[in-house]
């Protein structure tokens, strides 16, 4: 946060491109610096006026007689490079560039980006845009902004802090936010993100005390690695970042492709960084809105289990359906709690979960009554949170009920959200006392489960993360011989390389050796049935010439095959040179799965594991981390698969070695990590999962 | 809708229940009639009372002069009997038991629900309720009704009505649509649904002119086959139903048959329903908001090519990836599109899909423009359908976008959508703008994609629907043999007789005999291989005590494999009768399926066809359809399973006869339906899909 203190609390700041045409963004940024009540220095930039709303007008940032801790450029594309180099004499540390005009628009500008960017890094300044909307301090009213961030209605002072590639769509987001009476701290337009970037602003933001919760959209980065640390930093502090991904689909990354040339990145690979960090994703705007509204009492369940309690049978039933996917569940209350109930729920009401405390049962009568049952079910061990469903009720039985609940979520620990369908006008008042103690109100059972739901998942990864900076030793610091030391500068390694390797790391491979003919010792060597295959760096599609035999068990058998594989070669590929002949185990009575690792340029590496054989083509079944790894992620990888009931037994058959697929998996995830300069790719297909142990059966190391 | 005039339109309403205690259900009705400005008249009934709120009080309905239409209870349950004993003496057609105390009460409940049934049966007299919020008409200002429903804020005159079984749920979702500025024509909570139910109400409100939309709550049905038939007229008449289905999972379902004790019915046949009668399924209070608001202008994309225009490339983004999935593709527009668009585009902008207006675009001085703009999209043919991105545009611009889109509006039949985040109390006159000219406005572009494809959902059903009354034979006449005449009264076939009824009805099966002993003569009579079962009603597991054998190909392994079978039969289960031994083909080279029929005592017969053998443990696939159904409907059916994509030739294997799988189904939901006094359930399992033709290989049917 310190780097950037100048750019985010500026004591003064230029702002150039001001003139009498109030739709400048220039203008727009003074007026609503001045309106805001801004109380640093502002100092208008433009050489043909004297003054500007009062304020004396400067002919260049350089003319500037106090220092300058920020400075606004809004002048049109060709004036941004001599206001830089000004500001740059001036050492100004930081400029918003709000002006388009720049990559988004061709050729011309791709060269003023860079030029710019040169500029820029020459005086050690930093820049937020160029092509954004820039960026607004809610708290010290700074308005480094045009557009709809200066507009009306002004956002209210808060602790959500929202960074956003897209200007137009995050303020979307700010607005609905706003809307239901969440406020901000900073919000921020990063627009071509020609510098500064929305991973290192979060970073900052990570650092900021009066922001605890960041809101980002963004459509790529060339950093999901910082992204991976910042991420779990931020849950292990317990201070959430929800982040919606742009651009998840083929035509939604294509529209983005046109929109600000960013690479969006794979979205299998965000999906495990949501996983891995406990970054929660926002798909739709209303879900950051009641995401905001339940991290807002920074209280977590301990566990899946609900209590559901109101009015409303039906709002229960919606809250059990929509909460049983998300892994919430109605817990069966102790025999305890239903006696304490008992007391103070009518006869035809229900004291199992879902409590049915009966139609008109929240009114200032029964506040005593209620609080008794919500104390009871808060005290059930079996509760991790609690839903109070008042649906459609009215005015007085809304206060009523918020009352109560205020009382008791002052010194509660476990989460308690509200659904209420009243509208908002009528029941303003019961809405205030609610939003003064925490309690979230969400306007349908639904959401209220899938924002359980998001709290719970975000505890339980914090619990994770702090277990794991112990356990799974994700600083790997281990000096591993390097790549290049074992096979020189060739591009990929052969089968046999390849598999040494994987053997190295302590991943069991089959056993093979390549020869040149038939040799009856063979059988000594390696342990029937037997596979062979030719070898020949030539030859790509070994089974479609008749270069693979299996099921080899004599040695008049094996004789046939090295001859036949060698003759269909020549006859088929005459031109290829032949290494020799791969015989190898075959390997039985396993299930095929596909490993592998694949080097993301965002990411770094990323293992990836799958059903193989017909299934991959299939089922699409596979999962995938970014490296490195310890074993509770390797096996929450395999937990994902479809084919992981198979592994574990169907139709009676024995259990397969899930663990040693998982501890192949970390082996896989470590190696690619600390090779990491040198590894483009590796492919274990198929690797076999046996009722004892793995066995790679094929494997394929490519550098890069 | 006839038969329920007089309940929906009365002209005179008998209260019975009213008393000082103004938070009696009676008294809250009559109030509500009273300051709604009900016309018809209006009987208070206590014989405490001589005038209630200045109306003549009656002792009892009996006492009233005039006609009553419609009697409305809410006397405490031990009263309600002689109340209807009353009404029924006076001849009323209706009435409304708001009061609980019923069957959701324990045994005297169901007891006294039972009575209350007799007495209405015997003067035929129809019931909405008990234990229910009663029913609004808001256009002729009924209110038989308490709670929520006769509370402010009143709900507007419009065309959707709302028919639900959870009133404080259903409520919740009127509100919500109130609050968008959504009217309503009849609001009705139907409790208990003893005498009139869900289902019913829907197929009256299909009826009634004034209503143009349907939405309902419903937990469960015994009546969904009345669902299917209804749905389908409903979509082809261009009247949508949209229905939330409560209770779909397991402790939704549970929470459910603790509420009102119905039966919730299988999800997955509800999932088929919303599929085969265009009925929409509903998952969120908000959804039912956005989509009736899709709904109203009632104008259909053609296709699912949607332009995307505006000046947030963010929301362009948000809305292709929200669209991919939900069949939605930004289409490419033809070169004449867009030539005509870079004359009223900046050249900053882009004129490809999504269009990029550039920031600022919406404004009154480029209305012509943005005309001209928005007609050449929408004549585009690949054009379906346009979404306008306002995203966070102010006052003046979307006014102006506003009045643009309403001119093009009133003349275009292709749907045009408009997001918006801008807060409504500050567009409000673009907003009504926008209603006027029955332009929805969403919040979100995400929710807009999906509004959209809900619509070419819609209109791509409704098509097939009115397609389907011609080809696909709904309306099964031909009187087939009934399958009693067959196999007489047992209550299943065995398997060599349910192949012949499979193949009776054109389903190729594997050729059986069943034998004593050994025959050489076999071999001509069944083509090898061959698989040799034993066959006894007594013996259950025929594989686990080695009473099959597989893959036989000789007279000497024939002759073995029948001796072993028989001897293995005897050895484990010594008591078992043993008809004999089954001789079969072995079927190879093919795809293992399973189909089959279930009876659901709400839908009856639904055909279930998904993936054999190991598959239909790993996947689940499977995908299930009412019966009767043609052709289009069994080829979506397994255009949904995952193992279509190995039906369809995987990794360059012959693809399989999916035709003939489709035929198959076909067949079986005809016959099913036909048969369906007669049959509870056929498997067919495994039935192999082969490069030509099927083959059911084992199947049973069972009777009921």
Redesign the interface.
């Known amino acids: 946060m310190n780097n950037y203190k100048n750019l985010l609390e500026p004591r003064s700041i230029a702002v150039v491109g001001v003139s009498e045409d109030a739709?400048r963004p220039g203008s727009q940024a003074v007026r609503a610096l001045m309106s805001n009540g801004y109380t640093g220095t502002i100092y208008p930039v433009n050489p043909k006026y004297e003054t500007f709303e009062g304020l004396k007008c400067y002919g260049s940032v350089a003319d500037i007689e106090g220092d300058v801790d920020l400075v606004v450029i809004g002048v049109p594309a060709q004036g941004v490079l001599a206001v830089l180099e000004s500001s740059a004499q001036k050492k100004v540390p930081f400029a918003v560039v709000l002006s388009?005009?720049f990559r988004?628009?061709g050729p011309e500008g791709v060269l003023r980006e860079e030029k710019m960017l040169a500029i820029a890094r020459a005086a050690g300044m930093r820049i937020i845009g160029p092509n954004c909307l820039g960026f607004a301090n809610i708290h010290s009213r700074v308005y480094a902004a045009f557009?709809?961030i200066t507009?009306?209605?002004k956002l209210e002072k808060g602790s959500v802090s929202l960074v956003?590639?897209?200007?137009?769509?995050?303020?979307?987001i700010a607005?609905?936010c706003?809307?239901a009476g969440i406020g901000f701290r900073h919000v921020i337009a990063t627009g071509n993100e020609s510098d500064v970037n929305t991973v290192q602003l979060i970073e900052a933001l990570l650092d900021d005390d009066e922001t605890h919760t960041i809101v980002a959209?963004i459509?790529g980065t060339n950093d999901g690695r910082a992204l991976l640390e910042i991420g779990r930093k931020a849950t292990a502090r317990g201070k959430p970042i929800l982040l919606?991904k742009?651009?998840?689909?083929?035509?939604?990354a294509?529209?983005?492709a046109?929109?600000?040339a960013s690479m969006t990145g794979v979205y299998d690979f965000y999906r495990a960084l949501f996983k891995q960090t406990g970054i929660v994703e926002i798909?739709?705007?209303?879900e950051a809105v009641d995401f905001l509204k339940a991290l807002e009492s920074k209280k977590y369940p301990d566990n899946g289990g609900v209590a559901v309690m109101g009015?409303?049978?039906?709002?229960?039933?919606?809250f059990?359906?929509?909460?049983?996917?998300q892994g919430l569940?109605?817990c069966e209350l102790g025999n305890d709690t239903q006696q304490k109930l008992l007391a103070v729920v009518p006869n035809?009401g229900?004291v199992?979960n879902?409590i049915?405390l009966t139609?008109?049962y929240f009114s200032a009568a029964n506040a005593q009554k209620l609080e008794a049952a919500v104390g009871a079910t808060l005290e059930d061990p079996a509760v991790g949170s609690l839903c109070i469903?008042l649906?459609?009720t009215?005015v007085s039985g809304s206060l009523a009920a918020a009352q109560v609940l205020a009382r008791i979520a002052a010194s509660a620990s476990k989460p308690i959200l509200v659904f209420s369908?009243?509208?908002s006008v009528?029941i303003a008042e019961a809405l205030r006392v609610f939003a003064d103690a925490g309690i979230p109100v969400l306007?349908?059972?639904?959401?209220a489960a899938k924002a359980i739901a998001m709290l719970m998942r975000f505890k339980r990864t914090q619990s994770r993360i702090l277990q794991m900076q112990e356990d799974e030793g994700l600083k790997v610091e281990r000096a591993s011989v390097p790549l290049s030391t074992a096979v020189g500068s060739r591009s990929s390694l052969s089968e046999v390389e390849s598999k040494e390797m994987l053997r190295s790391i302590g991943i069991p491979v089959t056993t093979d050796l390549i020869v040149k003919g038939f040799d009856a010792a063979l059988f000594d060597k390696v342990k029937a049935p037997l596979v062979v295959k030719i070898v020949s760096a030539d030859i790509a599609h070994k089974t479609e010439i008749g270069g693979v035999k299996v099921g080899i068990r004599t040695a008049q058998e094996l004789e046939s095959a090295i001859e036949q594989v060698l003759a269909n070669a020549q006859r088929h590929v005459p031109a290829a040179y032949i290494e020799g002949v791969l015989v190898s185990e075959m390997v039985t009575g396993g299930f095929e799965l596909i490993a592998g690792v694949v080097k993301d340029p965002s990411f770094g590496p990323v293992v990836v594991v799958g059903a193989g054989g017909?299934y991959a083509?299939?089922?699409k079944d596979s999962a995938c981390r970014i490296a490195p790894f310890g074993l509770p992620t390797a096996m929450e990888m395999l937990d994902e698969l479809?084919?992981s009931?198979?592994m574990r037994g169907?139709?009676g058959a024995l259990p397969l070695d899930v663990d040693a697929v998982a501890r192949a998996l970390v082996a896989l995830s470590q190696f690619a990590w600390e090779q990491r300069g040198d590894i483009a790719e590796i492919d274990i297909n198929p690797m076999f999962v046996l009722p004892h142990g793995v066995i790679a059966a094929d494997a394929l190391i490519v550098r890069g």
């Open positions: 739709g388009g005009g988004e628009s557009g709809s507009r009306e209605p956003t590639q897209s200007g137009g769509f995050g303020y979307s607005l609905a706003a809307e959209y459509e919606w742009g651009g998840v689909t083929e035509q939604g294509l529209a983005a046109s929109h600000t798909r739709e705007i209303h009015v409303s049978g039906g709002s229960a039933i919606v059990a359906d929509a909460g049983e996917p569940t109605l035809i229900a199992h879902p049915d139609a008109g469903n649906a459609t009215g369908s009243a509208p009528q306007p349908s059972p639904s959401r017909i083509e299939v089922l479809q084919c009931v198979i169907v139709r």
